[in-house]
């Protein structure tokens, strides 16, 4: 089968990559482009440890596919550090002990990042709003919620 | 909304608390990784030319393989190789052979029979997964069905139909000698004929998948030296890596085990999954290989918890005290060992819960059903029993009048009470959880109940092993066994394992005195009298809290349980006793 | 057609360490020429924290600060052999081993650094920030760095340590099931608050509170994270978890999490946990270990709570709506327990 050429930006840098027609972005990132912190957990968009933003919503990259994020911005948990510093979403992890096996943090970070983008002072509800389509089956999303509610108004929070 | 807190005040003079670094909440050395996404799980490496390996898995729950063909998968596109259970080096085996415990009896690849729905028979490698999955669809797998039996009782019943030839009666053989493995303690029939009230229920556990995030995968690689590079999910490195070395006919020194960061395993990264597969792949390819399950093979054939059928009879006084316990119970192991036989060890050694019980029994059977193989799961042996007994004490507590708290203080063990598999507890802590729990719960509890200690009250007569009946029922091979009753009364203080040497670690105390301390053994014997709490330093912590309801002095006891018959003098039989191998069934082969 | 609230609880206790033992586990630790050190073992994390638990007891046995100690748990080639993570027995066999092992290679660096000091190192103390001293003379001191660099470069010692821990195997009689199973025991009290709507048959469980004996807490952050994740693990498999919900059939199994039940964050009970530590003899430093048993007490607790609350048993798990309103229609209606104590003593 004939590969198709695909370019993007990933977390600011100009990536490119030759891709089978069907092929989800979470197989490029992964396997292609060497980016691992987007997770295989069902490959059925029911779990969300493959969210990340393409042009600032966040998606399943499971279930997207790599042709359609041509000249798109895909941005990972890996690009949500500032350089060494941490974005306040991973202090906030840090000092909430929001993570055990650390699966399915990536996965919540980015849809974490993409709510407070849009909204620097969400509700307890629309935390567990932003976060209902990730499973973690370690830490019973207290201290996840707890921590991204923690982040939202902490300076910094809603850098891209 | 989630709040911790620390009883410091409590058994504050069995500690040291003046610690370095224990018992401070530090940061977790993995959460820098976890939160930056740079914590590399065993999927997270790349390789050139990596192969993928999908499974051809069996639609029937049981069936004979007529025939395989998988000429067409071997010439679809992509495909490097095509793998049956004749190219496994040693297609039959069991967990816990690495340990001496039970028969080989389940292949990588099924060869004449397929067991449950989803066993594996056929392995497909490719270039991409995409090929793999459509080859998966060319090959052909002629079954004969045959009959099932999916219930565990009906399975043990006469004329069900053999699940597992390794195990023809389909259930686990214990010590050579029996379907089950039986405890017995006191002389539970006396009990009941003797209680005020005797009740029995049923009790079933369901099935649960383990679920975790990160479905169970491997990556093996051909590495410089002719070893292998395997990067893995296992939930015991050696473990994995001895039961694949087995499996692929491989020394383990060739085979080099990558792992120790898990996506969440609960267990359910205990049984090799993917590791022989993956391996026996790279070694037939040249080729890296990567086996991954997906959701839906994880879910459906990833081997859950297992179910757990229970059986709680008590024998019940008026006044609250339990003077008797029998439970029969049935563990659903699926079409192969896996872990199962273990766990009735352990639920027999946790029978009968966290009480003192005069007189108590059990029979643990487990029992091969047409069902995905179960296996260990967070509790093992122990959640899907304290679920019945918690259920059943609360029943019990309810028939005596009695409030529920007060109930579990009434009939709960203490320092130096025999248990029923004939070791003293020590170090024991219910009476004060349930204090704790009821202060915080605000669920009054009386005076009385209050002033109860884990420190007293045991031991003495509730720490002798009584005389105990003993039977034959059940025995291998003699269905007609299992209701029959040969009996034997063994005398009080009869005890036939040897007492084992345990280390003891000083773990009450900080060890840093003593730089190049090992392990001290002493022998350990059953206490006659409440262990001596041990030498304490001082604690600075002070309690900001209210005085604990345990710290009020010690009242008048709770009624006391009917004791045992009078004890004789310990007698060491050798009648029974049973060499190193007999705990894990038949010797392996 | 009412919502009915009701109160259960249950009392548990949870053999810690695998059981009948013959389950070693094995630690090997070293020092870098600047007395950092590095603990290899085979053992797993799986997210219950057995990194940094091992790098606590390390660091403590040691008498260093925990900054100098990193623990690697990935590889068979560097690791030494360790049964593995399950069984409630990382904490209490890889601790032990752990501390034996510290304690050996603590032992050459108190005797590289009595060469340096001209002093018996049986009179050496460290201060857990990276000095040792001469007990009750503070002044004559050296810095653990010193000392590696001396026993790297001067005296030619290895600060090095290897331990093994080992519950020997116990068999287990045929007749009677006496046997040597496990040397520790931890306990636990939980009562559940639930609301059951007598239309739907659904379950709420409104809060909970707990009581937790777990010998010493080695991290106490990290005991509550296995307790409050172990808690939402009790609720959802009481409620909700089953791959064959027709058990014994093995029709109807879910394939995905659509189908696979667990409560999501909008779902979260809130719970209130107090812990209690009676050290075991055996245990590193006292511990025991909560990984297991976190998730055990939840479930009757719960399902004696729907009890309290509407007057039914629900015997097979989970305990779902079609169960619950089945009960209720056999058993001639709602028919509450009842009322067990007040509001909650927190928050």
Known sequence: MAKTPVQFRLNGSDRAAFVDA??????????????????????????????????????LSCLTLSVACEGRHVETASGLADGPELHPLQAAFMDHFAAQCGFCTPGMLTAARALLAKNLSPTRDEVIEAISGNICRCTGYEPIVTAILAAANAPGARRA | ????????????????????????????????????????????????????????????????????DVSAAERAPGVKRVLRGADVPVNKNTLLSLINFGKDDEPSLAVDKVRYKGEPVVAIIAESEAQ??????????????????????????????????????????????????????????????????????????????????????????????????????????????????????????????????????????????????AVLGAMMTGKPVRFVLDREEEMLYGSPRGAERIYVKDGLMRDGRIVARYIRSYFDAGAYTRLSSYAAIKCTAHVPGPYWIPNVASDIHVAYTNRCPSTAMRGFGVTAVDFALEVQMDRLAEAANMDPMEFRILNAYRDGDMKPHRRAAKNTALIECVQVAAETANWPLSEQARRQTSHTG??????????????????????????????????????????????????????????????????VSPAITPPAPPPYTSSPYQSTTSPPASQLPPGPPMPAPVPPPAPAAPTQTQHGAVRFSSVFGTRRR | MARHEGRGMASVNYPIGMNLGGDP???????????????ALSAIDLGQGMKQVSRQIAAETLGVPVEDVFVDTADSDTGPHDMG????????????????????????????????????????????????????????????????????????????????FLIPLSAVDAETGEMNPNTAFAHACLVADVSVDDETGEVEVLRMTSAYELGRVINPRMVEQQLVGGAWMGISHALYETPEPYYPSIEHGPRDF??????????????????????????????????????????????????????????????????????????????????????????
């Open chain 2, 1 to 68: 909304m989630a709040t911790m807190e620390m009883r410091k005040d409590l058994f504050a003079d069995e500690r040291d608390d003046n610690l370095n670094v224990v018992g401070k909440g530090l940061q977790r050395q993995d959460m820098p990784g976890h939160v930056t996404g740079r914590t590399r799980y065993f999927d997270d490496h790349g390789f050139e030319g990596l192969l993928h390996l999908k499974i051809v898995r069996s639609p029937h729950a049981h069936a004979r393989i007529r025939s395989i």
């Open chain 3, 25 to 39: 586990s094995q630690a090997l630790i070293h020092s870098n020429p600047e007395g950092k050190f590095t603990v």
């Open chain 2, 458 to 523: 045991g031991a003495g007569e509730r720490g002798q092993v009584p005389a105990t009946v003993i039977d034959t029922k059940g025995q291998i091979g003699r269905p007609d066994t299992r209701a029959g009753t040969a009996t034997q009364t063994l005398p009080a203080g009869t005890m036939r394992i040897p007492l084992s040497k345990q280390p003891v670690m000083d773990g009450s105390r900080d060890g840093r005195a003593a730089p190049t301390q090992v392990p001290r053994y002493e022998q």
């Open chain 3, 85 to 164: 993570s399950f069984a409630s027995r990382g904490t209490h066999r890889m601790g032990n081993a752990i501390i034996v092992a510290a304690r050996e290679a603590r032992g050459v660096l108190l005797e590289a650094a009595a060469e340096e000091l001209e002093v018996n190192a049986a009179d050496l103390v460290t201060d857990g920030r990276g000095n040792i001293h001469v007990r009750g003379a503070p002044s004559k001191t050296i810095t653990v760095k010193a000392t590696a660099q001396a026993a790297q470069f001067k005296q030619g010692k290895t600060i090095a340590g290897r331990g093994i």
């Open chain 3, 258 to 347: 659509n189908e696979y039940l667990m409560p999501g964050p909008g779902e979260i009970a809130p719970y209130h946990v107090t812990v209690l530590e009676r050290p075991a003899p055996d245990g590193p430093f006292g511990g025991k270990g909560p990984g297991e048993m976190c998730a055990n007490p939840v479930l009757p607790a719960v399902a004696n709570a729907v009890y309290n609350a509407v007057g039914v048993r629900v015997d097979e798990l989970p305990i779902t709506p079609e169960k619950i309103l089945r009960a209720i229609r056999a058993n001639g209606g709602v028919k509450p327990g009842p009322r067990r104590g007040g509001p909650v003593n927190w928050r």
């Open chain 1, 22 to 59: 069907p092929e989800t972005l979470l197989n490029t990132l992964r396997r292609g482009l060497g980016e691992f912190a987007p997770k295989y957990g069902c490959g059925q968009g029911t779990c969300g440890v493959c969210t990340v933003l393409v042009d600032g919503e966040p998606v």
């Open chain 2, 132 to 277: 793999a999955l459509a080859a998966r669809k060319l090959v052909r797998i002629d079954y004969d069905p045959l009959p099932t039996v999916f219930d565990v009782e009906e399975a043990l019943a006469p004329g069900a139909p053999t699940v597992n030839e390794t195990y023809p009666g389909n259930y686990f053989e214990y010590h050579e000698r029996f379907d089950h493995q039986k405890l017995r303690f006191g002389d539970v029939e006396r009990g009941f004929a003797s209680a005020d009230i005797v009740m029995e229920h049923r009790y079933q556990m369901s099935p649960i998948e383990h679920a975790p995030t990160e479905t169970n995968g491997t990556i093996a690689a051909p590495d410089q030296n002719g070893r292998y590079l395997v990067h893995s999910c296992a939930q015991g490195l050696f473990f994995s890596l001895d039961t694949t070395a087995k499996i692929v006919g491989l020394p383990s020194n060739m085979l080099h085990f990558v792992g120790g960061t898990v996506g969440g395993g609960f267990g359910g990264k205990v049984d090799s999954l993917t590791e022989p597969l």
